[in-house]
């Protein structure tokens, strides 16, 4: 019965989506044979953390309606990790202010144990808030005395190259993990103290957290080198040197009839858009099952609804606390991912702009509430980042073809045309937000 | 023809009917009041004629001219004053600055009708540079009914102007009531408080899911046994 | 009695003048953020860079005067320039209500779509500002330097040491000084404010006294951008103009809003000042401080410094968290412009 009416209706959506991904690759293959195969994996490998960036905060928003903000202290946190996993351990400065730092440390869990047993022995809220305060100002000082000295020895060991307390020597694909645990267990905290607030107010707070993290991650030096970065980060995958002495590497390349220190460029990326793929896929597939689980619909339904959720006696803040935290883990993996990719950790380059808000383009413009709109959304808005620049450059040139070459106005637009790139996403952003407002992969609903 | 008649009001928000050929109407001088049980469409019905609810099915007129289709602010510019039940003051603003804002869309003789919102609410003229926010109930109250009356309507709705207010409020109110229909405005009021409203009114509606079950003056409503058995509790 | 005077005297040239003066300029951005969020109800991303617009058509005015030889000497030309940023960011704020706001407004859309959508008006505007002028860090200020130089305070006084008062931080303590009892005046004694206030505090009552939204809306964005733009140039000539820092400039105006109860002019300009000396308070290393005042033995060893500078933009945050844990209402119970 009335076949003819619904199977158009029910085959758009289906075909649109691979078609969607058919036009991705399309692009990027464009990419390869216009500008070069390097250039197109470097821009695919970023694809595909983005992505699993977009996931994280597609469950956060896209199924819960959380408003964070402050995805760029969760992809920082596990950027760490893999500095803190990866780096061989500084010996001397463990021994030089290890100690203190333990001390300090363990004075700040006493506080924090101390305000715990307050507020569950007293009643009296303006006693528990006097107490509370007095335990946090006391705790820091104490604290400091230990902290200060210990991290002037540590900063002041071989400052050149390490002056921190390095990592524990292990394989860097491990932070992967620790990453998605350091983002999880900052989550916790940080839901602990923003999750119930207004969504607005939740979103300054998530901001200013993120923010806060990222001055941290840059003024301890004795954690992570601070803004002296870590360079030179172990690699799951050969280094392009290797390869170009590797016999077998040479006669695959010979076979190919490719270049050795372009072919090795290329496999290297090749290795780890394999790594990148699996973990998106597995983090597809339990984001897929999660949502379409009972537990996922409840979620949904207690974004479209808290009030009437609450009054159905669905505990709210624990299931906001549940998708928050595994929403930054997933964040945490991408982090990871990124610093491992990178091959070192740079703390002065997590700008709010390119690790926040730009994830928010991606899964807005893709689809919130949709696992494959998230996908999607940071594939494309991460190709249209890297592209809009030259494409920026190109489109100025043209429309100043026609001045001199020292005419100051093409001078400065051709300067200028990089910044292309944040017009075309705010344009991009809220030309979607109008005539598309569910993005381009919608929510499925009434599943 | 009266001065408002509201006539087989069919309507609701959106999906159901909540009011269904109900018929109000008020004439100026006299105050018309509507009770009945909870959930009956009383509020509805006020709305209706206000305009905040669009009427599926029927007319209001005030004055002999057709405002079925106009919002509620213009209905305003026609000569409704409305109080709304609840949140009908602005808190953060003065006694005197919630009545400038009442008489917002005129532009001369405002502080004449100002003068004459003293003379009928005194407290108000003494409380009239504290934030109405800061005053009792039944002060609110007054301040709501003063707000409307600044647009000098020749209609006042009130939306059950004594929920929540004391006894003696109620009645303190109810006298001011009396005495705004003296100056010969026509008085449209929903009340929760049955017995006491039907006392002072010319006209009574008594409204039972949403249709007229009992129309009379409020005297022959009171002293209808019926009525008195099902709405006014014996 | 000397060194009670150096140590106030160190106090208020190191944390009281320049958080003062920063302060003013945080609560101008503040006031800017309450009045949408208390007309609209929701929190604009978009108004640091909104700021960095105002302020680079000042820049380019004051160039432009300067090309000219105009000016007005000691002052910073930049103060005649400041009326062609009033209008740039105010226009800028009128188009985007325009083209972006006006659409979910009037279709009703969460207050959270809004937020979103100023994100794109965010990112759009960021570009805009540097395809013009770049992302360099640029002198906004000329003219006379100092209201009291150190060394003449110095001499006048005979303490050891000096107080200085920069041209800067005069003029905008000045200026905000001006704006704040301008925006007051227009709020308690226009009928165009009144209608804005009586429009946050109750919308549907007034529109039932026939406010016109779209008017009142029209004049919170104008009021916005003119408070953006004089933020922004007094932060200029005060600093420097560098377009990164005024979206970074976003978190402690949030944080001023928020602690002082978002929607409320009063509540956003003390919260402006007490984020403002408590960065500047909580960075200040209290060792010089602290040895006019203690006997010699006692002298401490450390900088006797609560936080280091790099932290400035953390307390901002912290204060905000314990708000909004302690009293999400701000100090003056907020989400209405009264």
């Known amino acids: 019965m009335k076949a003819g009416l619904h199977t158009p209706r029910l085959h758009a959506p289906r075909l649109r989506t691979p078609l969607l991904f058919v036009g991705m690759a399309v692009l990027l293959i464009a990419v390869g044979v216009g500008q070069s195969w390097v250039v197109s994996l470097s821009i695919l490998n970023l694809c595909l953390i983005s992505a699993i960036m977009a996931l994280g905060l597609n469950m956060q928003w896209g199924y819960a309606g959380l408003l964070n903000v402050g995805v760029m202290g969760f992809a920082a946190l596990g950027g760490l990790a893999g500095v803190l996993i990866s780096q061989s351990p500084v010996t001397e400065a463990w021994s030089a202010g290890g100690a203190g730092l333990g001390i300090a440390l363990a004075v700040v869990v006493a506080a924090a144990l101390l305000i715990v047993l307050l507020r569950r022995l007293v009643r009296r809220k303006a006693l528990r808030t006097a107490g509370t305060a007095i335990i946090v100002v006391a705790g820091f000082f104490v604290a400091r005395i230990f902290f200060d000295p210990a991290v002037d020895e540590i900063e002041r060991i071989d400052s050149s190259t390490t002056g921190y307390l390095g990592g524990a020597g292990l394989p860097i694909i491990l932070s992967w993990a620790v990453g998605g645990l350091l983002a999880a267990g900052a989550a916790w905290l940080i839901g602990k103290v923003a999750l119930g607030l207004r969504s607005d107010y939740f979103a300054i707070a998530t901001l200013g957290i993120a923010e806060i993290v990222i001055t941290v991650i840059k003024n301890e030096d004795w954690l992570g080198r601070g803004v002296k970065n870590v360079t030179g980060l172990d690699r799951p995958v050969p280094y392009e040197i290797e390869l170009q002495q590797s016999p077998w590497f040479l006669d695959l390349v010979h076979w190919l009839g490719a270049d050795p220190i372009t072919g090795s460029s290329i496999f290297v990326k090749l290795c780890y858009a394999v790594l990148f793929v699996l973990v998106l896929i597995a983090i597809v597939w339990l984001a897929e099952r999660a949502l ?137 952003l809220l030309v979607v937000m109008r005539f598309s407002p569910r993005g381009i992969i919608p929510e499925r609903r009434g599943r | ?133 800061e005053l009792s109930g ?27 207010v004391s006894p003696v409020v109620m009645d303190d109110l109810f006298d001011r009531i009396l005495e705004i229909r003296a100056t010969g405005i026509a008085i449209l009021m929903v009340e929760q408080n049955a017995a006491q409203a039907l006392t002072i009114a010319d006209r009574g509606y008594v409204l039972v899911t949403g249709q007229n079950r009992h129309t009379d003056t409020g005297e022959a409503l009171l002293a209808d046994p019926e009525v008195r058995r099902s709405f006014l509790g014996g | 009695m000397t060194d009670v005077a150096n140590a106030i005297v160190l106090l208020l040239n190191f944390v009281i003048v320049p958080g003062v003066a920063y302060g003013s300029q945080l609560a101008l951005g503040a006031l800017g953020v309450t009045l949408i969020f208390g007309i609209l109800r929701f929190a604009n991303f978009a108004h640091g860079d909104v700021m960095a617009f105002g302020t680079m058509v000042v820049l380019l005015t004051t160039w432009w005067f300067q090309g000219m030889g105009v000016g007005i000497a000691p002052l910073p030309t930049a103060l005649i320039a400041l009326p062609f940023g009033i209008v740039g960011a105010a226009a800028f704020n009128l188009a985007a209500d325009r083209v972006v706001f006006r659409f979910y407004r009037r279709r009703k859309s969460p207050p959270v779509i809004l937020l979103i959508a100023s994100v794109g008006v965010m990112f759009a505007l960021q570009g805009i500002v540097r395809f013009i002028i770049g992302p360099d860090d640029r002198r906004l200020a000329d003219g006379a330097r100092f209201i009291i130089k150190a ?25 905000a000084a001006i704006a704040v009892a301008a925006l007051f005046w227009f709020l308690h004694r226009t009928r165009a404010g009144k209608a804005m206030r009586a429009y946050s505090d ?36 005060d600093k420097s103009y560098k377009p990164f820092t005024y979206f970074q400039l976003l978190l402690p105006i949030f944080a001023s809003a928020i602690l002082g109860g978002i929607g409320h002019p009063i509540g956003a300009v003390a919260g402006g000042f007490i984020v403002a000396l408590s960065e500047t308070a909580v960075t200040y290393a209290y060792k010089k401080f602290l040895r006019y005042l203690v006997p010699e033995s006692w002298e401490p060893s450390g900088l006797m410094q609560l936080l280091s500078t790099d932290y400035k933009l953390a307390i901002s945050f912290v204060i905000l968290v314990v708000v909004l844990l302690v009293r999400p209402t701000g100090i003056f119970r907020g989400r209405v412009l009264s």
Request: aromatic residues 8%.
């Open chain 2, 1 to 133: 023809m009266s001065f408002l008649t509201g006539e087989g009001m069919t309507g609701g928000y959106g999906g159901a009917d909540i009011i269904r050929d109900c018929t109000i109407e008020a004439e100026q001088g006299e105050v018309a009041v509507i009770v009945g049980p909870n959930g009956a469409g009383k509020s509805t019905a006020m709305k209706a004629v206000f305009g905040m609810i669009m009427l599926r099915e029927g007319t209001v007129r005030l004055d002999g001219e057709d405002i079925t289709r106009l919002s509620p602010q213009e209905r305003v510019r026609k000569g409704m004053g409305f109080v709304p039940q609840e949140r009908n003051v602005f808190t953060t603003m003065t006694v005197q600055e919630n009545l400038e804002m009442g008489a917002y869309i005129r532009d001369v003789g405002v502080a004449d009708t100002m003068a004459r919102v003293f003379d009928l609410f005194p407290i108000l003229k003494e409380r009239r540079l504290q934030p109405a926010g």
């Open chain 2, 138 to 164: 039944g002060q609110r109250q007054q301040v709501a009914i003063g707000r409307a009356l600044m647009t000098e309507p020749r209609l006042l709705m009130l939306d059950e102007p004594t929920a929540g």
């Open chain 3, 202 to 237: 109750n919308e549907d009552l007034a529109l039932l006294s026939g406010v016109s939204p779209d008017r009142v809306v029209f004049y919170a964005w104008l009021i916005a951008g003119t408070l953006a733009a004089v933020a922004g140039t007094m932060y200029g000539i």
């Open chain 3, 151 to 175: 060394s003449e305070f110095k001499a006048a006084t005979g303490l050891k040491e000096g107080l200085a008062i920069k041209l800067s931080q005069g003029l905008t303590l000045g200026v």
């Open chain 1, 292 to 428: 379409n689980s009972p537990w996922g619909r409840m979620m949904r339904a207690i974004r479209d609804n808290e009030d009437a959720a609450a009054a159905m006696g669905k505990d709210v803040t624990r299931r906001h606390m549940q998708i928050f935290v595994l929403g930054a883990a997933v964040m945490g993996i991408a982090g990871a991912m990124l610093t491992t990719l990178d091959g070192q950790f740079t703390p002065g380059s997590y700008q709010p702009l390119r690790f926040t808000f730009l994830v928010w383009v991606m899964v807005i413009v893709g689809g919130s509430g949709n696992n494959w709109g998230a996908v999607f959304g940071g594939f494309l808005v991460w190709f249209v980042w890297v592209e809009a620049e030259p494409a920026g450059f190109w489109l100025m040139d043209a429309i100043t073809a026609g001045l001199p070459e020292d005419n100051p106005l093409r001078a400065h637009l051709l300067d200028s045309a990089a910044y292309m790139r944040l017009i075309v996403m705010g344009l991009i």
